[in-house]
Protein backbone atom coordinates (compact mmCIF):
# COMPACT_ATOMS: atom_id res chain seq x y z
CA UNK A 1 0.00 0.00 0.00
CA UNK A 2 0.88 3.30 -0.64
CA UNK A 3 0.18 6.92 1.58
CA UNK A 4 1.12 9.80 -0.49
CA UNK A 5 2.76 12.68 1.10
CA UNK A 6 1.11 14.92 3.54
CA UNK A 7 -1.89 12.64 3.56
CA UNK A 8 -4.05 10.68 6.13
CA UNK A 9 -6.38 7.44 6.64
CA UNK A 10 -9.74 8.12 7.38
CA UNK A 11 -9.93 6.53 11.25
CA UNK A 12 -10.46 2.59 10.97
CA UNK A 13 -11.67 0.15 13.49
CA UNK A 14 -10.99 -3.71 12.42
CA UNK A 15 -13.48 -6.07 12.91
CA UNK A 16 -12.77 -10.16 12.98
CA UNK A 17 -9.20 -9.47 11.93
CA UNK A 18 -5.79 -7.84 13.17
CA UNK A 19 -3.40 -6.19 10.48
CA UNK A 20 0.47 -5.76 10.67
CA UNK A 21 1.76 -2.99 9.09
CA UNK A 22 5.09 -3.18 7.56
CA UNK A 23 6.79 0.00 6.33
CA UNK A 24 9.59 -0.05 3.47
CA UNK A 25 9.61 4.26 2.84
CA UNK A 26 8.32 7.37 4.00
CA UNK A 27 7.93 9.35 7.71
CA UNK A 28 5.23 9.46 9.41
CA UNK A 29 2.57 8.63 12.53
CA UNK A 30 0.48 5.42 12.97
CA UNK A 31 -1.92 6.87 16.27
CA UNK A 32 -4.36 4.30 18.24
CA UNK A 33 -6.19 4.35 21.57
CA UNK A 34 -2.95 5.57 23.82
CA UNK A 35 -0.13 5.07 21.78
CA UNK A 36 1.65 7.34 18.66
CA UNK A 37 4.05 5.15 16.70
CA UNK A 38 6.78 7.24 14.55
CA UNK A 39 6.84 5.01 11.36
CA UNK A 40 10.01 5.15 9.00
CA UNK A 41 11.70 2.66 6.83
CA UNK A 42 11.98 -1.17 9.03
CA UNK A 43 9.22 -0.58 11.60
CA UNK A 44 6.65 -3.28 12.04
CA UNK A 45 2.93 -2.53 13.83
CA UNK A 46 0.59 -5.26 14.91
CA UNK A 47 -3.11 -3.76 15.09
CA UNK A 48 -5.55 -5.74 17.19
CA UNK A 49 -9.16 -5.52 16.31
CA UNK A 50 -11.69 -3.45 17.98
CA UNK A 51 -9.04 -0.36 18.22
CA UNK A 52 -9.56 2.83 15.95
CA UNK A 53 -6.49 4.22 14.37
CA UNK A 54 -4.84 5.95 11.88
CA UNK A 55 -1.60 6.56 9.58
CA UNK A 56 -0.62 9.81 8.51
CA UNK A 57 2.28 10.72 6.31
CA UNK A 58 4.48 13.48 7.47
CA UNK A 59 7.19 13.46 4.79
CA UNK A 60 7.55 14.92 1.55
CA UNK A 61 7.78 11.22 -0.35
CA UNK A 62 5.25 8.79 -0.37
CA UNK A 63 4.82 6.40 2.46
CA UNK A 64 5.37 2.52 1.29
CA UNK A 65 3.86 0.01 3.36
CA UNK A 66 3.32 -4.42 3.19
CA UNK A 67 0.04 -5.28 4.83
CA UNK A 68 -0.67 -8.84 6.26
CA UNK A 69 -4.24 -9.24 7.37
CA UNK A 70 -5.40 -12.25 9.79
CA UNK A 71 -8.46 -13.38 10.51
CA UNK A 72 -9.21 -13.69 14.37
CA UNK A 73 -12.67 -15.40 15.74
CA UNK A 74 -14.83 -13.36 17.91
CA UNK A 75 -13.58 -14.87 21.58
CA UNK A 76 -9.51 -14.29 20.67
CA UNK A 77 -8.39 -12.57 23.44
CA UNK A 78 -6.76 -9.77 21.72
CA UNK A 79 -4.14 -6.48 22.60
CA UNK A 80 -5.72 -3.48 23.67
CA UNK A 81 -2.67 -1.71 22.37
CA UNK A 82 -0.68 -1.82 18.94
CA UNK A 83 2.66 -3.39 19.44
CA UNK A 84 5.20 -1.62 17.70
CA UNK A 85 8.77 -3.53 16.19
CA UNK A 86 11.90 -1.19 14.80
CA UNK A 87 13.88 -4.06 13.05
CA UNK A 88 16.46 -1.54 13.07
CA UNK A 89 17.18 -2.09 16.38
CA UNK A 90 15.99 -5.63 16.80
CA UNK A 91 18.62 -8.30 16.92
CA UNK A 92 20.11 -10.54 14.97
CA UNK A 93 19.04 -14.43 15.16
CA UNK A 94 20.91 -17.58 12.93
CA UNK A 95 19.38 -20.50 12.52
CA UNK A 96 21.78 -23.60 12.16
CA UNK A 97 19.27 -25.30 10.65
CA UNK A 98 19.13 -23.31 6.86
CA UNK A 99 22.39 -22.75 6.12
CA UNK A 100 23.30 -18.79 6.06
CA UNK A 101 19.66 -17.59 7.09
CA UNK A 102 19.99 -14.93 9.35
CA UNK A 103 16.86 -13.46 10.62
CA UNK A 104 14.73 -10.60 12.89
CA UNK A 105 11.84 -11.45 14.59
CA UNK A 106 9.05 -9.38 14.09
CA UNK A 107 5.90 -10.60 16.01
CA UNK A 108 4.71 -13.78 17.41
CA UNK A 109 2.23 -15.64 18.99
CA UNK A 110 3.31 -14.07 22.31
CA UNK A 111 2.51 -10.90 20.48
CA UNK A 112 -1.11 -11.64 19.54
CA UNK A 113 -1.05 -13.08 16.65
CA UNK A 114 -3.35 -15.59 16.24
CA UNK A 115 -2.99 -18.48 12.84
CA UNK A 116 0.61 -17.21 12.16
CA UNK A 117 3.14 -18.52 13.98
CA UNK A 118 5.53 -15.63 13.53
CA UNK A 119 6.56 -12.79 10.89
CA UNK A 120 10.37 -12.73 10.81
CA UNK A 121 12.54 -10.92 8.20
CA UNK A 122 15.00 -13.38 6.11
CA UNK A 123 18.52 -11.70 5.04
CA UNK A 124 21.10 -13.57 2.95
CA UNK A 125 24.40 -12.41 2.09
CA UNK A 126 25.35 -12.55 -1.91
CA UNK A 127 25.54 -15.28 -3.75
CA UNK A 128 23.32 -17.22 -0.39
CA UNK A 129 20.31 -19.15 -0.42
CA UNK A 130 19.07 -20.80 2.35
CA UNK A 131 19.29 -24.40 2.74
CA UNK A 132 15.86 -26.47 1.05
CA UNK A 133 13.78 -27.71 3.85
CA UNK A 134 10.58 -28.56 4.19
CA UNK A 135 8.05 -28.34 7.43
CA UNK A 136 5.70 -30.49 9.56
CA UNK A 137 1.87 -31.48 8.55
CA UNK A 138 -0.02 -28.23 8.75
CA UNK A 139 2.58 -25.53 8.27
CA UNK A 140 2.67 -23.47 5.54
CA UNK A 141 5.32 -20.69 4.91
CA UNK A 142 5.10 -17.89 2.80
CA UNK A 143 8.68 -15.88 0.96
CA UNK A 144 8.05 -12.01 0.17
CA UNK A 145 10.62 -10.08 -1.94
CA UNK A 146 10.43 -6.77 0.03
CA UNK A 147 13.30 -4.32 -1.48
CA UNK A 148 15.21 -6.31 -4.03
CA UNK A 149 15.00 -8.81 -6.34
CA UNK A 150 15.80 -12.65 -5.20
CA UNK A 151 15.77 -16.29 -5.94
CA UNK A 152 13.67 -18.59 -4.06
CA UNK A 153 14.42 -22.69 -4.20
CA UNK A 154 10.86 -24.29 -4.52
CA UNK A 155 11.41 -27.60 -5.26
CA UNK A 156 13.35 -28.11 -8.13
CA UNK A 157 12.88 -24.56 -9.19
CA UNK A 158 14.71 -21.74 -8.97
CA UNK A 159 12.12 -18.80 -8.98
CA UNK A 160 12.55 -15.06 -9.71
CA UNK A 161 11.10 -12.88 -6.99
CA UNK A 162 11.09 -9.09 -7.93
CA UNK A 163 9.74 -6.70 -4.97
CA UNK A 164 6.25 -6.77 -4.05
CA UNK A 165 5.92 -10.65 -4.87
CA UNK A 166 5.42 -13.71 -2.70
CA UNK A 167 5.24 -17.64 -3.15
CA UNK A 168 3.65 -19.72 -0.49
CA UNK A 169 5.20 -22.73 0.25
CA UNK A 170 2.11 -25.59 0.76
CA UNK A 171 2.35 -28.20 3.67
CA UNK A 172 4.09 -31.26 3.74
CA UNK A 173 1.33 -33.66 3.48
Known sequence: ATLE???????????GKQEVFYFISGNGLMEA???????????GVLV???????????????????????????????????????????PYESSTVHWCMVFKRMFSSADGLYHIES????????????????HGMGTEETWLALTEDIHLLFGKQ????????????????
Do not use: C, W
Open 48 to 90: PPNLEFTITNTGDEPMEMYLVSESVPDDFRVNTEIVVRDENTA
Open 5 to 15: AGASTSPVTLK
Open 158 to 173: LRYQPPGTAFMIPTDE
Open 33 to 43: GNTTAEIYKGI
Open 119 to 134: IITVTFAPGTMGQPHS
